[in-house]
């Protein structure tokens, strides 16, 4: 039988599992999917002034890969998480995260923007799996009093490493070709990771961390009911989550990963190279904002169980608005300042996912926290990318960037930050419900 470990005082414990010894373990596999998704992304941002002469494209071809890239994983996310339930998250991991990264490889090789769209697009269909189920195996491994931590620690060392990989990318936009090879280096590391998984993944199970579950035995947990489109759509009918996905449409800060470099390019005239620089202290920041962000987090959950974590997630977009105003509307002449802000827009913005996960798992029953991230991620933040990439694409080849960053990144997330003002009055509301439901599942298995 699990045994239980002492939670914070004032809270509830959380339960130690049986694979919680090696969860630590199972966080860094989990870590390497994210980190190539992430890698991905930033290359083909940081490296698309190259694949702009290579393939004689405009500055909308970028939101166009953004797009595209975003709007497949509305199809494929909840797809795969559905998959998942039939086979296991481990299986679904393996292939759609680890050996999907074939189709990396081959966008290497494109000789058109159609080929690349094509491939970068099929690409990020797999890629898709991996925020919607890690985002469940880290609820599983974790209780609520530990879950901002794990989340802010994967996300912070993802954030490390990619902060590193970015400017040695960076560098490749001294080759002609460099973004294909980026893309082959970026593949070949993916159908490894994918191995790494198969051998060395391990599932806990859904609910294994809730105190209510913890010591049922594994088949009784699984015998809670399972994902169907009637669930999914009716997680909508969270008051809680539905504020989130409202918000999560509201997050400018997106648009800095993918237009930064650009901006600096096409608005100060810096050299690609130079202008990938700010990627390291970029991600640095991020590494310490979900440093930061998770310790807040559960310092919030037990100093104010009810508002703790709204109020962390609030001023997070309020900071974040301050420091893109002096980070991206005023030239500095020099690439030091840029760095500097750009830093302090990653550690604003890397203070979201220990916060902003934990919220969603604490108001989504186990068994349904993935289909919850697909809809959080999969559809709402891939329609907030798409949005916010087209638009800026569109907008920055007629009105230029700055006047798109002013509205996007500082105007948009105030609004933001007024927004979430509407989740003090349902959060605590919805996570004592299901609370209730785990006490009542409990009971049952109990008895039966």
Sequence with gaps: MPEL?????????????????????????????LLVDST??????????????????????????TAASKIVGVVTGPLWVMAAQRFSRRSVLVVAT?????????AGFAQTFGQLLVLYTILAAGYAAAHPLIN?????????????????????????????????????????????????????FNVTLGLALWRRLRDPGH????????????????RAPRLT???AVALLRIRSLALLLVSRLLSGHLLISTFGIVYLVDVYGFRTETASVVLLPQGMGYFAGTVLGGWAADRAVRRSPRHGLVAVLQGAQFAFAAVAFLGTQIGYGSIVPFAVFFGLMGLAQGVNPPVNRPMVMAVVPPELRAAAFAIYINIFEAVAWAVFGLGAGFLGDRIGLRPVFLWVLVILMIVNG???????????????????????????????
Aim: glycine share 14%; net charge positive; charged share 20%.
């Design 418 to 448: 007024l927004f979430l003002t509407t989740l003090y009055r349902t959060f605590a509301t919805d996570v004592a419900r299901v609370q209730r439901e785990l006490d009542l599942r409990r009971e049952g298995a109990v008895r039966g």
């Design 40 to 65: 991905e992304a930033s290359l083909v941002a940081g490296l698309f002034p190259l694949i702009r002469q290579s393939l004689g494209v405009s500055l909308g071809a970028l939101g166009t890969l």
């Design 136 to 188: 469940e195996i880290i609820g599983d491994l974790f209780g609520d009093a530990s879950r901002g931590r794990a989340v802010g620690a994967v996300y912070g060392a993802v954030a490390l490493a990619a902060s590193v990989l970015a400017p040695l990318t960076g560098q490749l936009a001294r080759l002609d070709d460099g973004w294909r090879w980026g893309l082959w280096g970026i593949g070949a």
């Design 207 to 222: 609910g294994a961390a809730e105190r209510q579950l913890a010591d049922l035995d594994p088949a009784a947990r699984e």
């Design 229 to 231: 489109w009637a669930r």
């Design 98 to 106: 680890g050996l999907w990264g074939v189709w990396g490889i081959a």
């Design 5 to 33: 470990i002492e939670g914070p005082a004032g809270m509830t414990k959380s339960p130690r599992t049986a694979a919680a010894p090696k969860r630590w373990g199972q966080m860094s596999l989990l870590g390497g999917t």
